[in-house]
T-cell receptor, first 115, second 113 residues
Framework: DAEITQSPRHKITETGRQVTLACHQT?????MFWYRQDLGHGLRLIHY???????NKGEVSDGYSVSRSNTEDLPLTLESAASSQTSVYFCASSDQGLANTGELFFGEGSRLTVL | GESVGLHLPTLSVQEGDNSIINCAYSNSASDYFIWYKQESGKGPQFIID?????DKRQGQRVTVLLNKTVKHLSLQIAATQPGDSAVYFC????????????FGAGTRLAVHP
């Protein structure tokens, strides 16, 4: 079955280190998204991509970057991890733009702790 | 697993009762609304959506009501089951500009036997 997978599921790192969270989907969806989820804030959009070589900033993009070299993957990089980036990160994908459907398919999440 | 929302508003219902989860949205320009369900340790899952040209939409055991006058959205779950226990998020899409899906903070639904 097609799916979306995130790795690692749990990671502990130190302040200042670079961290990359992987996201891989096998649906061949053009659209991919990264959200972070914190208590009291719901899910907030970090970055999104509407196709290969396309990346866009979301509402909380500072300190994060993404790259889209193929359809299947959208890795999220924290250039220099900060304690404020301790969170649960969710990757999602969709086969249509948000104007057509708000149905995103989410991964299981990656819990990142920055000490 | 991944669990968040320990301090979310909680709606407690008895198994078999109907549940109503409410959501207020902020932007009058939003024209598309979605409800998501998030079970403990999992990612959010799409439930149902509604566009602003409608005021009601029904799915299997779920109904979404939209009141644009007061910018209010509700999710009704009929005959609530233990498997409905989860955190429920409403989300809105702003038309114009680049379409962006904005999530609310969520409501926890606890179903008791």
């Amino acid at each position: 079955d097609a799916e979306i997978t995130q790795s690692p599921r749990h990671k502990i790192t130190e302040t200042g280190r670079q961290v990359t969270l992987a996201c891989h989907q096998t649906w061949n969806h053009n659209n991919m998204f990264w959200y972070r989820q914190d208590l009291g804030h719901g899910l907030r959009l970090i970055h999104y991509s509407y196709g290969v070589q396309d990346t866009n900033k979301g509402e909380v993009s500072d300190g994060y970057s993404v790259s889209r070299s193929n359809t299947e993957d959208l890795p999220l990089t924290l250039e220099s991890a900060a304690s404020s980036q301790t969170s649960v990160y969710f990757c999602a994908s969709s086969d249509q733009g948000l104007a057509n459907t708000g149905e995103l398919f989410f991964g299981e999440g990656s819990r990142l702790t920055v000490l | 697993g991944e669990s968040v929302g320990l301090h979310l508003p909680t709606l407690s219902v008895q198994e078999g009762d109907n549940s109503i989860i409410n959501c207020a949205y902020s932007n009058s320009a939003s024209d598309y609304f979605i409800w998501y369900k998030q079970e403990s340790g999992k990612g959010p899952q799409f439930i149902i959506d509604i566009r602003s040209n409608m005021d009601k939409r029904q799915g299997q055991r779920v109904t979404v009501l939209l009141n644009k006058t007061v910018k209010h959205l509700s999710l009704q779950i009929a005959a609530t089951q233990p498997g409905d226990s989860a955190v429920y998020f409403c989300a809105e899409i702003f038309s114009g500009g680049y379409n962006k899906l904005i999530f609310g903070a969520g409501t926890r639904l606890a179903v008791h036997p």
